[in-house]
């Protein structure tokens, strides 16, 4: 009986082919048979230069008595050389802080993305299904920036591509985070502890408290602001101490 123990993978990007085979008795010869011819052969044994596509190969044990295995060991693969080509990339749906991207390959190709503020990317997402039509959403982007990014593909056989580098920039965000919510000031000896529950928008920064700095009664305030940023010193609350405290004080809040 003869048995391949080394064979090539289903695709392979390789331009010749190592097999391995032995036999369950000793001692013995062998004949392989690449795509149809045959030759007396030995193991490892390794092909000559193959061409693009569908291969295949057989290899059968003759014993001294000149007895030939009727069941040949066999194996098969395709031959591939050539990287999956690139079209039809596309941005599309740009938003804030994401955009989706699209692109097509002429084969069952793996697709990768990469992409950052500079040609040099950073950044990168990738999938292992086999397709022809790839898309993906990057998502956590900045807003109003612009960014680069290049498709990849690579095929069954390993074979990669990949596409020009190109950009794309994202909205400005011109939409604000909602207001705080259980806002309270509690005046106290020398200073005032201003509470408060910060907005849950993803994009939420800061917290501004205000205080008039010049308010005459019945004539509008000018303000000194604060930025609290959402850190854990100030993230719900502030203390603020006041060298000169007023009978009367006007506090506001804004995203």
Known sequence: ETAITQAPSAFSRNLTETIAFQSSESPSTFICTLDGTGESCVSPYTTPTLTEGAHNFSVAARDAAGNEDSTPAAAAWVSDFTAPAISSVAVQS???????ITWNTNEDARSQMVYGTTSEYGSSVSSDELKKSHSFTLTGLSPGVA???????????GNESASADKTFKTLKDLIPPANVAEFIAVAGDGQVALHWSSPVDEDFAYVGVALPTFCPFFFTCTFMITRCYPCPCCK???????????RSLCYYTHG
Do not use: N, P
């Open 94 to 100: 740009i938003g804030v802080d994401r955009a989706t």
């Open 147 to 157: 960014y680069h990014f290049s498709a990849r593909a690579s095929d069954r056989a």
């Open 236 to 246: 719900s609350s502030l203390i603020w101490e006041l060298a000169h405290i007023s």
